[in-house]
Structure formats: structure tokens, C-alpha cells
């Protein structure tokens, strides 16, 4: 016998309200972030980091533009939810945690904005 | 929350210290560690966009003795929550979620983690040092 109400049942929220979408996207994310990541650190053997040339010419690859612009974003996502997570288990109290997961909201927007903005200039700018 | 006097559950003090708590501490550690890093794996798109002098004294910045230390640090932090993520994974699909496996699992993370932070400094971080 299920103690859940049908209505319960029907939005299938259960008692935290969201139901299991922030676990299903943590989960999601970091599938996406396991090739990701790997295809990065390894393509950075292949070029010298600390030239400056080296590295544009590598950003400006089509395929390289693409998977930053992919790889940023979905970084930014999982990091927002693993650090949420990480406010919510030790902030109990209520007016510091909302304040602290906006915070961590707006932080994450400016980063993933940050990053695309400076992929893109790479790609297409001029001048560099 | 104004009910200080319900009882509480048992918190962490009060278990052995076990291999799989240390693993699970570490993914979480490692993790706040990688958000941090993101800063600067931003900042240094940033300062590829911003142009050569820009960057190239990011580049000094990170082949200083300082700069190695937070390097080899983020790869171990990335190849630790990378192994453990997997782990992680297969264990939502419902596959090593047993005592020996889990043991197993926590030895091949560690292990992968040492081999390939060890790997990753060499080829990333050594040939900056003397640029």
C-alpha cells in the first residue's frame, strides 16, 4: 500500500518538491563532461601552452570552436549543481543558504558567459 | 529548525573511519576544488582573448613554483573526480554497489588517479617550467 496521495502520484515531486531533477542532471552533466574534459586535457598535449599563437590557432579549429562552446556551459552547469549541493548539506540557515545558492547562481552565470565570450572572440576576432 | 530538542541522527564522529567515507570525502573536496578551478580555466580563455601579453603573463604566472603546485593540484583534483564520478555512475546503473567490489573500485581510483596525476604533471606542467 502506498501511503502517497493520488494527487502526489499524478506531479511525482515527492517531499523535496523537484523532484529528482537535480540528481538527474548532475548525473547527465558529468556523462557529458567525462569525454569532454578527457578530449581537453589531452588535446593541450598536442599544442605548446605557452605559446599564445598555438593556442588560438587551436581554438579556431571548427571542431575545437564547437566542443568549448559545449564544453563551458555543461562545466558551469555541473559545478553550479555540485556546489549547490555542497550549500545545501552544511548551510542550515535559511537566509545565509538562499543568499549563498544566488550568489552561486550569478557566479556561474558570469563564468559560463565569461568563457563563451572569450571562445568566441578567439574564433572569429580579427585581431588578436 | 526552532525544535533544538528532537533528537538527532547519528553524524559523522560517530562511524569508523572507512575507506569508502574517505573516497566519498574526496569526491566532494576534489569537486569544490574543480569549481574553483573552473575560475581559472575561464580566466585563462579570457586572457587568450584578451590577447599575447595578457596571456603570456598568465603563463608566467602559472610556471612560477606557486602556479606548478595549483597545476599539479587541479589534475590530481580532475583525475580523482573524474575516476570517482565514473564510479559513481556505474553505481547509479545499479552495477559494484557491494562490499567487495566497492573495495576494489576505491584501490583502482586511487591507483588511476596517482598514475595519471603523475603522468598529466609530467607532460603539462615540466615542459613550462623552463619555457
Redesign the interface.
Known amino acids: 500500500m502506498s501511503l502517497r496521495s493520488p494527487m502526489g502520484r499524478v506531479l511525482g515531486l515527492g517531499s523535496a518538491k523537484d523532484g529528482t531533477s537535480h540528481w538527474w542532471s548532475t548525473?547527465v552533466t558529468?556523462?557529458a563532461?567525462?569525454p569532454l574534459?578527457?578530449w581537453f586535457?589531452v588535446s593541450?598535449?598536442g599544442i605548446?601552452?605557452?605559446d599564445?599563437?598555438a593556442?588560438?590557432h587551436f581554438?579556431r579549429q571548427p571542431i575545437n570552436t564547437i566542443l568549448?562552446l559545449v564544453l563551458?556551459p555543461i562545466?558551469?552547469y555541473h559545478?553550479m549543481l555540485?556546489?549547490q549541493e555542497?550549500v545545501e548539506d552544511y548551510q542550515?540557515d535559511?537566509g545565509r543558504k538562499v543568499l549563498a545558492l544566488i550568489l552561486l547562481q550569478f557566479l556561474h552565470t558570469l563564468?559560463a558567459v565569461?568563457?563563451l565570450?572569450?571562445?568566441l572572440?578567439?574564433a572569429f576576432?580579427s585581431s588578436? | 529548525m526552532s525544535n533544538t530538542g528532537r533528537p538527532l541522527s547519528p553524524h559523522l564522529q560517530v562511524y569508523r573511519f572507512m575507506y569508502t567515507m574517505a573516497t566519498s570525502i574526496a569526491h566532494r573536496v576534489t569537486g569544490a576544488v574543480l569549481s574553483l578551478s573552473l575560475i581559472l580555466f575561464i580566466l585563462w580563455l579570457v586572457a587568450l582573448a584578451s590577447g599575447p601579453v595578457y596571456y603570456h603573463a598568465l603563463v608566467v604566472l602559472l610556471s612560477g613554483p606557486l602556479g606548478t603546485v595549483v597545476l599539479v593540484g587541479l589534475l590530481a583534483s580532475f583525475w580523482y573526480h573524474t575516476c570517482a564520478g565514473i564510479r559513481h555512475l556505474f553505481w547509479d546503473s545499479g552495477i559494484g554497489i557491494n562490499k567487495a567490489a566497492a573495495r576494489l573500485s576505491a584501490y583502482a581510483i586511487v591507483a588511476t588517479t596517482i598514475v595519471l596525476t603523475l603522468l598529466s604533471s609530467y607532460w603539462l606542467v615540466m615542459p613550462k617550467v623552463h619555457p
Open positions: 548525473r558529468s556523462l563532461l567525462v574534459c578527457i586535457v593541450l598535449y605548446d601552452v605557452s599564445h599563437a593556442v588560438v581554438v568549448l563551458v562545466a558551469c559545478s555540485g556546489t555542497i542550515h535559511k563564468v565569461s568563457g565570450y572569450a571562445v572572440k578567439v576576432g588578436l
